[in-house]
């Protein structure tokens, strides 16, 4: 650890209130402005009115004299021999916008500030560099980390003490006096004064300290064998801490009580790992997290879409903060889920989340937004909680409104602050069909109604706020989210959303040179803009959702995006000599630290992303450059895989990947094998024929199209619709196209024949002659011919053919 750290006679107060912020944070205290926020018109403004940032906007009417981070607030600072106060959070913070209204607006403590130090404003997910090397300071501090960090530096931006959330005044707790901001800001002050070398001499102490624990896992490379119990050891870790009551991970040994984070990353190591070994039990403890956050609290049943953690261990009371990150992760998550395992309750989730995103995280030109705020009007969760009389108002019968309650929990004693009602499903909802004496099916599709019905009502309601900037790191999750969803869930239009948000990164945010921007925003005068050199995982996510697309699609142009991006991460943030990815770029601005991120957390490190990413172009590919990267990577962080496996699980299920794929051919290869000639298979076509006639075109256009198809004995083909999930992509299609696209058309399909299997299940056929009937409106050119295609597959008892289109055309 370097040498010892100074016994200052400060060091009392330092150690004092550094623990301050988390003690606050983690109470319910009745502090001044908690819970109400006075709507004034702005009296102040200062240098933040200029930044692109909804977090520092927010504070750009405070009368603190605040600076965003850069050289003109260090060199006031060194001019005039003041130490630095920096406040980092972010724009859907609670807390940061409890400080924000205590402390930030109020003028005498404003004045304090003013005078006494230059005051710097940053925002996390602009700058997560800066925020990972001073909450790491916190951490070797001895503090617990949470926004917003409030730290004092020197002049050279060395750390000397800080915390999180500090209440204006003292506070009196469990009999002792606890230091308010006004008093810290205030013996800070005086220990400037007094004690000024002392205090310098701590900070050059705290920031080789801060270094040393930032640079510890990528000193050297570990003599660690990259092998199989690498991968138990990280599983079985996570393992030991899964609730067996509520599912979701946390300390065994505090009986999972407390603060419940989703950590997709981790389930999905779990995921990866149960389905691979066949271990029932732990895809049991899988499954019971997915469907017991599916129906909590933490999930948004009327809106759809995650809340960012539970606060306690049944996933019933959330804290409402709505990140894209979380809701990224989560649905692919859920899609691979679906993927092994396709229950409607996966299916429900990412469509209902994809639907919240869509609807209220999505720019114009395609992009995704941020976050959604906790609070509307001052308080924490009022836009989404219930009382039981507005149900009842809002729904306008006792019966509905009876119904609704029973199926969402809200009746007893409340669940939030003993006054009102989070929304969730405490029972199974085939227990109220059955009391309600319907099917299954007619309770969902009456719960639709309802939920409708009181998802217009809350929209009335003063909305939470939305950060609108788009950060290249977070796009790119939600890219890859809706890419797999597409993929499994057979949703071509999931597919073309994830192409859209794509091209308006590479199209926005990628400069002349091929290199990549952080955040793209509307800056305080109207002016959009893209700014700041993109960090490691807006690289590493963003490959990753381009390769996710490239799985859906197909389309070589967004592999060959990924490769691009992949070679400017190397030269950029490669460690040549022991491998890995440095956080920021090598032309970067020069911090005192300059970490290699690895630990996977809410969202998993940039070198795990990048490590899995490297092993899927290097199937994806055949390229071995991609191979020795990925192993390089693997070594460097070998040593913490072994030693604390459970902290790095999307490293671990990269290396799964890549201990997978060792010894196999490449999919490049797997697909040119696949592609050369092996005979001439038979395929549905040659005993299928398909004719088509259609009437005049009416006045207005219509015209009515008869389709014939004649079906050699013994095959048959799947109907439309076949009643099977599992053969939907075989099931008979009509399309009619007008100059090779795709034009509106009705289609009435006949019914099938119904098939009874006791294996797959019961599925419907045509056989012999089908006759479709469909309904255009003609284009403008009436004289052009329309093309008919029906895609068919034709099968027996025994085979099934390739499936074809067959094409004809009419005038």
């Given at each position: 650890?370097g040498?010892?750290?100074?016994?200052?006679s400060v060091?009392?107060?330092?150690?004092?209130f550094t623990?301050?912020?988390?003690?606050?944070?983690?109470?319910?205290l009745d502090?001044?402005?908690a819970s109400?926020?006075?709507?004034?018109?702005?009296?102040?403004?200062?240098?933040?009115v200029?930044?692109?940032?909804?977090?520092?906007?927010?504070h750009?009417?405070?009368?603190?004299?605040?600076f965003?981070?850069g050289?003109?607030a260090?060199?006031?600072a060194?001019?005039?021999?003041?130490?630095?106060?920096?406040?980092i959070g972010?724009?859907?913070?609670h807390?940061?916008?409890?400080?924000?209204?205590?402390s930030?607006?109020?003028?005498?403590?404003?004045?304090?500030?003013?005078k006494h130090?230059?005051?710097?404003?940053?925002?996390?997910?602009?700058?997560?560099?800066?925020?990972e090397?001073?909450?790491?300071?916190?951490?070797?501090?001895g503090?617990?980390?949470?926004?917003p960090?409030s730290?004092?530096?020197?002049?050279?931006a060395?750390p000397?003490?800080?915390?999180?959330?500090w209440?204006?005044?003292?506070q009196?707790i469990?009999?002792?006096t606890?230091?308010?901001?006004?008093?810290?800001?205030?013996?800070?002050?005086e220990?400037?004064?007094?004690?000024?070398?002392?205090?310098q001499?701590?900070?050059?102490?705290?920031?080789?300290?801060?270094?040393?624990?930032?640079?510890?896992?990528?000193?050297?490379v570990?003599?660690?064998e990259?092998?199989?119990?690498?991968?138990?050891?990280?599983?079985?870790?996570?393992?030991?801490?899964?609730?067996?009551v509520?599912?979701g991970i946390?300390?065994a040994t505090?009986?999972?009580?407390g603060t419940?984070?989703p950590m997709?990353?981790?389930?999905?190591?779990?995921?990866?790992?149960?389905?691979?070994?066949?271990?029932?039990?732990?895809?049991?403890?899988?499954t019971?997290?997915?469907?017991k956050?599916?129906?909590g609290?933490?999930y948004?049943?009327?809106g759809?879409?995650?809340?960012?953690?539970s606060?306690?261990?049944?996933w019933?009371?959330?804290?409402?903060?709505?990140?894209?990150?979380?809701?990224?992760?989560?649905?692919?998550?859920?899609?691979?889920?679906?993927a092994?395992?396709p229950?409607?309750?996966y299916?429900?989730?990412?469509?209902?989340t994809?639907?919240?995103v869509?609807?209220?995280?999505?720019?114009?030109?395609?992009?995704f937004?941020?976050?959604?705020?906790?609070?509307?009007?001052?308080?924490?969760?009022e836009?989404?909680?219930?009382?039981p009389?507005?149900?009842?108002?809002?729904?306008?019968?006792e019966?509905?409104?009876t119904?609704?309650?029973?199926?969402?929990?809200?009746?007893?004693?409340?669940?939030?602050?003993?006054k009102?009602?989070i929304?969730?499903?405490?029972?199974?909802?085939?227990?109220?069909?059955?009391?309600?004496?319907?099917?299954?099916?007619?309770?969902?599709?009456?719960?639709?109604?309802?939920r409708?019905?009181?998802?217009?009502?809350?929209?009335?309601?003063?909305?939470?706020?939305?950060?609108?900037?788009?950060?290249?790191?977070?796009n790119g999750?939600?890219?890859?989210?809706?890419?797999?969803?597409?993929?499994?869930?057979?949703?071509?239009?999931?597919?073309r959303?994830?192409?859209?948000?794509?091209?308006?990164?590479?199209?926005r945010?990628?400069?002349k040179d091929g290199?990549?921007?952080?955040?793209?925003n509307?800056?305080?005068?109207?002016?959009?803009?893209?700014?700041?050199?993109a960090y490691l995982?807006?690289?590493?996510f963003?490959?990753?959702?381009?390769?996710?697309?490239?799985?859906?699609?197909?389309?070589k142009?967004w592999?060959?995006?990924?490769?691009?991006?992949?070679?400017?991460?190397?030269?950029?943030h490669g460690?040549?000599?022991?491998g890995?990815?440095f956080?920021?770029?090598?032309d970067?601005?020069?911090?005192?630290?300059?970490p290699?991120?690895?630990a996977?957390?809410?969202?998993?490190?940039?070198?795990s992303?990048m490590?899995e990413?490297?092993?899927?172009?290097?199937?994806?590919?055949?390229?071995?450059k991609?191979?020795?990267l990925?192993?390089?990577?693997?070594?460097?962080?070998?040593?913490?895989?072994?030693?604390?496996g459970?902290?790095?699980?999307?490293?671990?299920?990269?290396?799964?990947?890549?201990?997978?794929a060792?010894?196999?051919?490449?999919e490049?290869?797997?697909?040119?094998e696949?592609?050369?000639?092996?005979?001439?298979?038979r395929?549905?076509?040659?005993?299928?024929?398909?004719?088509?006639?259609?009437?005049?075109?009416?006045?207005?256009g219509?015209?009515?199209?008869?389709?014939t198809?004649?079906?050699?004995n013994?095959w048959?083909?799947?109907?439309?619709?076949v009643g099977?999930?599992?053969?939907?992509?075989s099931?008979?299609?009509v399309?009619?196209?007008?100059?090779?696209?795709?034009?509106?058309?009705?289609v009435?399909y006949p019914?099938?024949?119904?098939?009874?299997?006791?294996t797959?299940?019961?599925?419907?056929?045509?056989?012999g002659?089908?006759?479709?009937?469909?309904?255009?409106?003609?284009?403008?050119?009436?004289?052009a011919?329309?093309e008919?295609e029906?895609?068919?597959?034709?099968?027996?008892?025994?085979?099934?053919?390739?499936?074809?289109?067959l094409?004809?055309s009419?005038?």
């Open positions: 650890m040498r010892k750290m100074h016994p200052l060091r009392w107060w330092l150690a004092h623990a301050l912020g988390a003690v606050f944070a983690s109470l319910s502090v001044a402005g109400e926020r006075k709507e004034t018109e702005p009296t102040s403004t200062n240098r933040l200029k930044e692109s940032s909804p977090y520092l906007l927010q750009a009417h405070n009368p603190v004299d605040w965003p981070w050289p003109e260090f060199e006031k060194r001019k005039e021999k003041k130490f630095i106060f920096l406040s972010y724009s859907s913070c807390w940061c916008h409890v400080m924000e209204r205590e930030f607006s109020n003028k005498e403590v404003a004045e304090l500030l003013n130090f230059v005051c710097i404003k940053v925002d996390r997910e602009e700058r997560p560099d800066i925020d090397i001073y909450m790491t300071a916190l951490h070797v501090m503090g617990r980390g949470g926004w960090l730290i004092f530096l020197t002049s050279d060395k000397i003490v800080g915390g999180t959330y209440p204006r005044e003292d009196k469990e009999g002792e606890a230091l308010g901001f006004k008093s810290v800001v205030a013996k800070m002050i220990l400037h004064r007094d004690r000024e070398k002392e205090l001499q701590q900070a050059d102490q705290l920031a080789e300290l801060t270094q040393q624990a930032l640079e510890r896992a990528s000193r050297g570990a003599l660690v990259l092998n199989r119990g690498l991968l138990a050891s990280a599983a079985e870790g996570l393992k030991e801490d899964l609730d067996p509520y599912g946390g300390s505090r009986r999972h009580r419940k984070f997709p990353a981790a389930l999905g190591l779990l995921l990866q790992y149960a389905e691979r070994e066949k271990d029932a039990e732990l895809m049991g403890l899988v019971l997290t997915l469907e956050m599916a129906l609290g933490i948004d049943h009327l759809g879409g995650f809340h960012r953690y606060t306690e261990r049944t019933t009371v959330p804290h409402f903060e709505k990140m894209l990150y979380d809701n990224a992760q989560l649905v692919e998550l859920y899609g691979r889920a679906y092994i395992d229950r409607p309750l299916g429900k989730v990412i469509r209902e994809l639907g919240f869509r609807r209220e995280m999505t720019s114009p030109e395609g992009g937004y941020s976050a959604l705020d906790a609070d509307s009007d001052g308080k924490e969760g836009f989404y909680v219930w009382m009389e507005e149900i009842h108002k809002a729904l306008g019968d019966a509905s409104a119904l609704f309650r029973a199926a969402y929990g809200v009746s007893g004693h409340p669940n939030f602050e003993e009102a009602f929304l969730r499903v405490p029972r199974p909802l085939a227990e109220i069909a059955k009391e309600q004496k319907l099917t299954d099916a007619e309770l969902e599709q009456r719960l639709e109604t309802l409708a019905k009181l998802l217009e009502h809350r929209n009335q309601r003063k909305r939470p706020f939305l950060d609108t900037k788009v950060l290249t790191a977070w999750q939600m890219i890859a989210g809706y890419a797999l969803a597409g993929q499994v869930l057979k949703e071509p239009d999931y597919v959303t994830a192409e859209k948000a794509a091209d308006f990164v590479l199209s945010l990628r400069t290199r990549i921007l952080r955040t793209y509307t800056r305080g005068d109207g002016q959009a803009e893209a700014r700041l050199n995982d807006d690289y590493a963003l490959i990753h959702g381009l390769l996710n697309l490239h799985d859906a699609t197909r389309n142009r592999l060959d995006d990924a490769k691009r991006l992949s070679d400017v991460v190397v030269r950029w460690d040549g000599e022991r890995g990815y956080y920021t770029s090598s970067h601005e020069k911090l005192f630290a300059r290699k991120d690895y996977d957390g809410a969202q998993p490190s940039g070198n992303v490590a990413n490297l092993v899927r172009l290097w199937r994806a590919t055949g390229n071995d991609y191979h020795s990925a192993e390089k990577s693997f070594k460097q962080f070998a040593g913490v895989l072994k030693a604390n459970s902290a790095l699980p999307y490293m671990a299920k990269a290396l799964a990947s890549y201990l997978d060792k010894g196999k051919p490449a490049a290869a797997i697909r040119k696949e592609a050369k000639p092996t005979g001439d298979p395929k549905s076509g040659a005993v299928v024929k398909l004719t088509a006639s259609a009437e005049k075109p009416s006045a207005e219509r015209q009515a199209i008869a389709i198809l004649t079906i050699e013994p048959h083909l799947y109907a439309n619709p099977l999930k599992s053969l939907e992509e099931q008979t299609t399309r009619i196209l007008h100059h090779g696209k795709e034009i509106a058309a009705q009435d019914s099938g024949k119904l098939v009874k299997d006791n797959v299940g019961d599925y419907l056929v045509y056989e002659e089908v006759r479709i009937s469909a309904q255009v409106i003609r284009p403008k050119d009436a004289d011919p329309l008919v029906v895609h068919v597959q034709a099968c027996t008892e025994k085979e099934c053919l390739v499936g074809a289109w094409k004809t009419i005038k």
